[in-house]
């Protein structure tokens, strides 16, 4: 069982709020990911990071932006939410097996 | 660079029936392979990985893959489907030992069990 946890799991905010997506592991693992998806699609990768301070795009252009001061902690951020940024949004972490652990998803609805 | 393909998007099956979900990757090293299994309203778990061992991997819930170097597959099947296994398959490939690289989902495959 991974120890990759995500808050909030369900969100409904208003078009220009800013809101942080929470991402915590506990298992010192230095590679995390942020990956959007919609349902039933495919997995984009928005952002990841391979270690403290270490952050970069991933494929998919996305407006959040993310930041990685401590070793557990990998948050996103969007500073003005709107309805086209409504998905779930998955955050994982790679041990150096290259096996990857995702938490459960935090699905955001901008209304 | 890394690649995955999974050459179908949905597989239907019967309940009883054997489960194949098709997978082909290329890679510049020697890869790792795994499959994911993401049921609705879920985060993704790992059902199997390849590293450099056996290339019959078993996983969970009775799935198994083959790694084939000659034809740069990685097939997930399973003898008989469960209802339960209806779900969203992925198959991801990363270049192994690689401290830059960052893994390569596919697509996805949609596994419907019919009753």
């Known amino acids: 069982e991974a120890d990759i946890y995500q808050t909030p799991r369900y969100l409904v905010i208003g078009t220009g709020k800013k809101i942080t997506l929470e991402c915590s592991q506990t298992?010192?693992?230095?590679?995390m990911y942020w990956y959007q998806q919609d349902p039933g699609m495919e997995l984009h990768l928005i952002h990841y990071s391979y270690g403290v301070n270490s952050t970069e795009k991933g494929d998919l252009s996305s407006e959040s932006t993310v930041s990685r001061i401590r070793t557990e902690h990998f948050p996103l951020t969007l500073e003005s939410a709107r309805p086209s940024h409504t998905s779930q949004y998955l955050c994982?972490?790679?041990?150096?097996?290259?096996?990857?652990?995702f938490g459960e998803g935090s699905w955001l609805t901008v209304v | 660079a890394q690649s995955v393909t999974q050459l179908d998007s949905h597989v239907s099956v019967s309940e009883g029936t054997p489960v194949l979900l098709r997978c082909n990757y290329s890679s510049s090293y020697s890869p790792s392979l795994f499959w994911y299994v993401q049921h609705p309203n879920k985060g993704l778990q790992l059902l199997l990985k390849?590293?450099?061992?056996?290339?019959l991997v078993k996983g969970i819930n009775g799935f198994e893959a083959e790694f084939k170097k000659s034809e740069t597959s990685f097939h997930l099947t399973k003898p008989s489907a469960h209802m339960s296994d209806a779900a969203e398959y992925f198959c991801?490939?990363?270049?192994?030992?690689?401290?830059?690289?960052?893994?390569?989902f596919g697509d996805g495959t949609t596994l419907t069990v019919k009753p």
């Open positions: 991801v490939v990363s270049d192994r030992g690689t401290n830059a690289g960052k893994s390569t």
């Open positions: 298992m010192g693992h230095d590679k």
């Open positions: 994982a972490s790679e041990d150096r097996a290259n096996t990857i652990y």
């Open positions: 390849y590293t450099s061992a056996a290339t």
